[in-house]
């Protein structure tokens, strides 16, 4: 399998995850609201995140067309996941909170990466 048929199948498989959160977020949960008023951000946040993870998903489904907008929004969730990260480190949450976020964070670098060596 060559480097460029990698980043596609890794990029559509992160464009989909981002996707659905995007949709989880839209729902307004009340966990998640619970999640980001006790980490400081305000209310009706949940809604940016979304929107942010629907144009991260739709740049990277551009992978099948114009791979550098692929690469820059995988890219993008590499630095979305370091604050992610970040943000339950600082917050002291349980490292099993945390781990959704850290390999959700290893999938963006090896999607970015294979995106730059194709």
Sequence with gaps: MGV??????L???????MAASAVYDFTSPADLVADLK?????AGFE????IIKIIGAVG???????????VAAAFGFVIYFILA??????AKDAPAATVP???IFIV??????AGLVA
């Design 38 to 42: 006790r980490w400081g951000y305000s």
């Design 85 to 90: 990260i970040r943000t339950h480190v600082s």
């Design 11 to 17: 990029a559509t498989v992160l464009a989909i995850i």
């Design 101 to 103: 976020a850290v390999v």
């Design 60 to 70: 990277l489904f551009t992978v099948w067309g114009t791979r550098w907008i692929a």
């Design 4 to 9: 460029m048929l990698t980043f596609e199948i």
């Design 108 to 113: 963006t670098v090896a999607t970015t990466v």
């Design 47 to 50: 809604r940016t995140l979304g």
